[in-house]
Each structure stands twice: as structure tokens, then as C-alpha cells.
């Protein structure tokens, strides 16, 4: 009984991570549908960024992860304003290409000047502390993950149905024409919505750098992680994707725990099997 708890506790833990991973590909999904192959890589390139503002200068990292997020924001705002809304149109394969494109930039070029050696963020014995209760152990760094992964799902679902820039969000996404004929400009709203779904992949990557090293070829996994959580959840649902994540979470611990090279595997033939049983995904709209 303990062992089935403590996997389930873990796969919860360890999808709350791709339920965040997940959530800024939701969003620019749900507002723009944009096909983002580059997402997993946009992670990795932020990691990076981290890496280089604690270990090139020298900043404290609670600093670093300030600077961070602002520089995340305006990058977000700038690559979708001046880049992609060029391909923000109905037919998803212009946005496709272009991401793709971005994602094979942005390995070359971090391996170029990072080398392919996996990196890590210092967290002075923080990203291995663990508080025990009875036999079931729990990281602080994951149940910080848990909690920073359940508090941006509230954000976000309150940003989209409560607010104004929120509204603006769903009516682009509905109409951009008559979104224009009410004077507001989808250019505008669409850079908006990525640069917050970049502080979003911010957030990822510094919880994931924190957890774990990281290489400049770890894109394409991350990607694929965060678009099973996206298709299970539901298109467009903050809490969905955070649903999705955790099945995904789940399915993956019990495959570890049945075979330490089933874990992945069975995470993909959960991924599956809702796409073909429910291929709308479990909550598939953002109310």
C-alpha cells in the first residue's frame, strides 16, 4: 500500500513539472493556434540564460531569476511582434516550419557557445532536501513545483475569464476580423500572449534547471512532454493541462516502478490511448 502511494505522490509531483512545462504551449495554442515546434527549446534556451546570469555574472539567484522573467517577457513580446505574427495565420503550416527552423538555431547556437555539456543550477543542497512522512519521502523542490505549477493554473484561469486583457485573448482567438473592427490590434494581443507565455517558460526552466542538468539537445523531449500534457488535458484548458501533466506524471511512475525503461514508454501509450478514446482531451475548454 505504501509503495502504490509513493508512486502516485511521485507521478504527481513529477507532472506538476510537465503540467508547467505544458502551460505556455496551452496558451499559445488556445489564443493563436500556433503549431510551436520550438517550445521545448525555448525551455533550454531560457536555462541557459539563467546559467548565464548566475555563472557568467555572477548574480544572486534570486536576482538572476527576476531578470529573468522581464527578459523573458520583452523577448516573447519582441519574437512574436517582429517574427511570428509573419505566420500566425489559419494554416498551421507556415508557424510550423518557422519554429522548427528556430528550434534547430537555437540548439547550433547554444552549443556553440555553451558546448554540449549538460548544466545545472546551484541551489546550495535545496534541489535535494526532502521532508520524510513515515516511509513516504517528498523533495522540497518538487512540492515548490507542485505549488508554483497549481498558483499559475489559478492565474491563468483567473487572467482569461476575469480580466480584461483576457477577454481580448478569447475574442482574438474567436474572430481576429471583428476583433479589428472593435479597434484593438490581434499584432498587439497575439505578442502579448507570447510574451506571457514566455515568463510561463521561464518559470519552467528555472524549476527544471534546478532539478535536474540540462543540454542544449534537451528541446525536442521537453517539447514532446509538454504537448502529451497539452492533448490529454484539453486545448486551450489551464486546468487540463494541469490534469494532463499529472496522468503523465502518473503513467510514467508506474511504468519506472514496473521497469526502469518502461517509464517513458508508458507514458506515450497513455498519450495514445487518450487520443483515441477522447481525442478532444479530458477538460477540453477554458471556462
Same mark, same amino acid.
Request: proline share 3%; net charge positive; hydrophobic share 55%.
Given at each position: 500500500?505504501?509503495?502504490?502511494?509513493?508512486?502516485?505522490?511521485?507521478?504527481?509531483?513529477?507532472?506538476?513539472?510537465?503540467?508547467?512545462?505544458?502551460?505556455?504551449?496551452?496558451?499559445?495554442?488556445?489564443?493563436?493556434?500556433?503549431?510551436?515546434?520550438?517550445?521545448?527549446?525555448?525551455?533550454?534556451?531560457?536555462?541557459?540564460?539563467?546559467?548565464?546570469?548566475?555563472?557568467?555574472?555572477?548574480?544572486?539567484?534570486?536576482?538572476?531569476?527576476?531578470?529573468?522573467?522581464?527578459?523573458?517577457?520583452?523577448?516573447?513580446?519582441?519574437?512574436?511582434?517582429?517574427?511570428?505574427?509573419?505566420?500566425?495565420?489559419?494554416?498551421?503550416?507556415? $508557424?510550423?516550419?518557422? /519554429? !522548427?527552423?528556430?528550434? &534547430?538555431?537555437?540548439?547550433?547556437?547554444? *552549443?556553440?557557445? %555553451?558546448?554540449? #555539456? +549538460?548544466?545545472?543550477?546551484?541551489?546550495?543542497?535545496?534541489?535535494?532536501?526532502?521532508?520524510?512522512?513515515?516511509?513516504?519521502?517528498?523533495?522540497?523542490?518538487?512540492?515548490?513545483?507542485?505549488?508554483?505549477?497549481?498558483?499559475?493554473?489559478?492565474?491563468?484561469?483567473?487572467?482569461?475569464?476575469?480580466?480584461?486583457?483576457?477577454?481580448?485573448?478569447?475574442?482574438?482567438?474567436?474572430?481576429?476580423?471583428?476583433?479589428?473592427?472593435?479597434?484593438?490590434?490581434?499584432?498587439?494581443?497575439?505578442?502579448?500572449?507570447?510574451?506571457?507565455?514566455?515568463?510561463?517558460?521561464?518559470?519552467?526552466?528555472?524549476?527544471?534547471?534546478?532539478?535536474?542538468?540540462?543540454?542544449?539537445?534537451?528541446?525536442?523531449?521537453?517539447?514532446?512532454?509538454?504537448?502529451?500534457?497539452?492533448?490529454?488535458?484539453?486545448?486551450? $484548458?489551464?486546468?487540463? /493541462? !494541469?490534469?494532463?501533466? &499529472?496522468?503523465?506524471?502518473?503513467?510514467? *511512475?508506474?511504468? %519506472?516502478?514496473? #521497469? +526502469?525503461?518502461?517509464?517513458?514508454?508508458?507514458?506515450?501509450?497513455?498519450?495514445?490511448?487518450?487520443?483515441?478514446?477522447?481525442?478532444?482531451?479530458?477538460?477540453?475548454?477554458?471556462?
Amino acid at each position: 500500500m505504501i509503495t502504490f502511494v509513493d508512486i502516485i505522490v511521485q507521478g504527481v509531483l513529477l507532472g506538476a513539472l510537465y503540467g508547467l512545462f505544458a502551460m505556455g504551449q496551452s496558451l499559445v495554442f488556445g489564443v493563436m493556434r500556433m503549431t510551436n515546434t520550438a517550445h521545448g527549446d525555448f525551455i533550454v534556451l531560457l536555462v541557459f540564460g539563467l546559467v548565464a546570469l548566475t555563472g557568467y555574472a555572477h548574480l544572486p539567484l534570486a536576482l538572476a531569476i527576476a531578470l529573468l522573467l522581464v527578459i523573458a517577457f520583452g523577448f516573447g513580446f519582441a519574437l512574436q511582434y517582429i517574427v511570428l505574427n509573419r505566420v500566425a495565420v489559419r494554416d498551421p503550416l507556415p $508557424s510550423l516550419i518557422v /519554429t !522548427f527552423g528556430l528550434s &534547430i538555431v537555437i540548439q547550433n547556437v547554444l *552549443q556553440q557557445i %555553451f558546448s554540449a #555539456d +549538460p548544466r545545472s543550477i546551484a541551489t546550495g543542497g535545496f534541489e535535494s532536501a526532502s521532508v520524510s512522512f513515515g516511509a513516504l519521502t517528498l523533495g522540497y523542490l518538487p512540492l515548490v513545483t507542485l505549488l508554483v505549477t497549481i498558483a499559475l493554473t489559478f492565474a491563468m484561469q483567473w487572467l482569461f475569464g476575469k480580466t480584461g486583457l483576457g477577454r481580448a485573448f478569447r475574442a482574438t482567438s474567436d474572430d481576429r476580423d471583428i476583433v479589428r473592427l472593435m479597434g484593438i490590434s490581434h499584432r498587439r494581443t497575439f505578442a502579448l500572449a507570447m510574451a506571457i507565455a514566455f515568463v510561463l517558460i521561464g518559470v519552467a526552466a528555472t524549476l527544471y534547471a534546478m532539478r535536474t542538468a540540462v543540454s542544449p539537445s534537451d528541446g525536442p523531449a521537453l517539447l514532446l512532454y509538454a504537448f502529451e500534457a497539452v492533448i490529454i488535458g484539453g486545448m486551450g $484548458s489551464f486546468w487540463g /493541462t !494541469f490534469a494532463g501533466g &499529472i496522468c503523465l506524471g502518473i503513467a510514467q *511512475q508506474i511504468g %519506472f516502478h514496473i #521497469d +526502469p525503461g518502461w517509464g517513458i514508454w508508458l507514458g506515450h501509450v497513455v498519450f495514445l490511448a487518450v487520443l483515441v478514446a477522447r481525442p478532444q482531451g479530458l477538460m477540453p475548454r477554458t471556462r
